[in-house]
């Protein structure tokens, strides 16, 4: 009498199989977010500094970067008012009206603002994923004893890093134009931060 072995797998087998399978793809997934949030950032630092690119060509051309509030947003003495900063600032969340203004203004020099690849969502402002402009009325309190020509051609784009899922895990790019030092000899400014 002779028996035929049975060629299936058993249980046991089949569990460890799909428990590999199962940790590989969770290992994969991870790495694929990780990658996927990289990406998004380096897509934001990029778009951030274009719209840099842009300010700073359209103050080559008009002396000044963009006031977004015509006389309102322009250099006053003192320090502005919480109102008056505020409407100083574009972001397509957080003042709307504004960021379609700045738009226009550097249009010339790039056609379409990007948004945040988070998109329009609320929650994009809410932890920090929002691209905005600041203009040189709204940073005067941090640029004290600049000449006026220096605060004219001073201003500030920010966005949000994507590090982690939560609030706490966002940080803060902010890229300032530092207009060339006067001098006899012809040198330049340098880095970042404000000149006098």
Known sequence: MSFTKN??????????????IS?????????????????L????????????????????????????GGTACQPISGTP????????VAGILTNPAN?????????KYMPKLPIDPCGIDPTCKDKGLEYKYIAPLAVQNQ????STDTLNKSFETAKGSQQTGIVSGYTTLTTF????APS???GGGGGGGYGN
């Not at 299936?8 to 569990?15: H, N, R, S």
């Not at 640029?143 to 600049?146: D, F, I, K, P, Q």
Request: some cysteine.
């Open 177 to 180: 134009y530092n207009p060339p």
């Open 81 to 88: 008012t919480t109102d008056q900063a505020y409407a100083c």
């Open 23 to 39: 940790l590989l793809s969770s290992i994969i997934m991870t790495g694929v977010a990780s990658a996927r949030v990289k990406a």
């Open 99 to 107: 960021w379609t203004t700045f738009q226009a203004e550097i249009s």
């Open 7 to 20: 060629k299936g797998f058993t249980l046991i087998e089949l569990l460890v199989v799909i428990s590999i």
């Open 143 to 146: 640029c004290g004893g600049c």
């Open 184 to 186: 006899s000899g012809g």
């Open 41 to 68: 950032d380096s897509k934001r630092l990029q778009e951030t500094r274009a719209i840099d690119t842009a300010v700073k060509l359209y103050i080559e051309d008009n002396g000044h970067a963009p006031y977004l």
